[in-house]
């Protein structure tokens, strides 16, 4: 599992997000708050669910964990940083051996488990747990129930596009829109944007954001 240390300000804004006011005060006031909490954003893809993980990975003692690429090392860093603010990106794709070791800590910020010839023991209070996913029905009925749920519908186009400029600072916003264009085209979501923002040069036209689309889809898995 990838996971990444993100240190910043106490003061997340999510102004690379459009809309969802009323969710950014539920995920705010859940950060306030000095109880532990859990909480699952889910739906489609270009709905912002992994911004909102990416701004709260700024926090001070924030860990973040890409759950595409599952390992065992999920509970060393629990065990390592005792982090007070947990990520956990699209949960919807990590094992269900993995889904099972967390249903406790879920419930009461306490993992007792023996893995690989080692054995967990440890407990984080007060844990805020923030989770995205796409599809609800990949997680056990158990895990799902540890979360407060909150669907985001995916984003109109126009939404996106506004988006689209947002996560692209360093380009012009012409070219900003036009890889907001051909990544909505191709069904794609915002991290699409970010990555792809990456490889493109200030002057390159719409041809040739497209033939970097179309090398990333002909080659990608």
């Known amino acids: 599992m990838k996971f990444l240390h993100l240190f910043g300000s106490n003061n997340p804004t999510f102004d690379e997000i459009e809309g969802y006011e009323d969710i950014k005060d539920i995920v705010l006031r859940a950060l306030e708050s000095e109880e532990s ?26 860990v973040f964990f890409d759950c595409t690429n599952t390992t065992s090392r999920i509970l ?17 794709k990590m094992g269900r051996v993995s889904q099972n070791q967390l249903l406790n800590f879920l419930e009461s910020g306490h993992i007792k488990v023996n893995q690989m010839k080692r054995q967990y023991d ?17 997680l056990s009925p158990p895990l799902r129930s540890r979360f407060r749920r909150l669907h985001l519908p995916k984003y109109s186009k126009d939404q996106f596009m506004k988006v689209a400029v ?17 990544i909505w085209k191709s069904q794609g979501d915002i ?17 040739e954001i497209a033939e970097i689309i179309n090398t990333l889809a002909k080659y990608g898995e």
């Open 76 to 92: 060393d860093v629990l065990e390592q940083e005792r982090p007070k603010i947990i990520l956990f990106d699209e949960l919807d």
């Open 37 to 62: 909490f859990n909480l699952l954003l889910w739906g489609e893809p270009a709905s912002s669910k992994t911004l909102f993980l990416l701004e709260l990975a700024k926090q001070k003692g924030a």
């Open 166 to 182: 947002k996560v692209c600072p360093k380009l012009s916003k012409d070219t900003a829109l036009r890889i907001g264009e051909e």
């Open 122 to 138: 440890l407990t984080i209070k007060g844990a805020k747990v923030f989770a995205s996913a796409n599809d609800l029905n990949k």
């Open 191 to 207: 991290r699409d944007v970010i990555s792809l923002s990456k490889l493109v040069k200030k002057d390159d036209g719409p041809e």
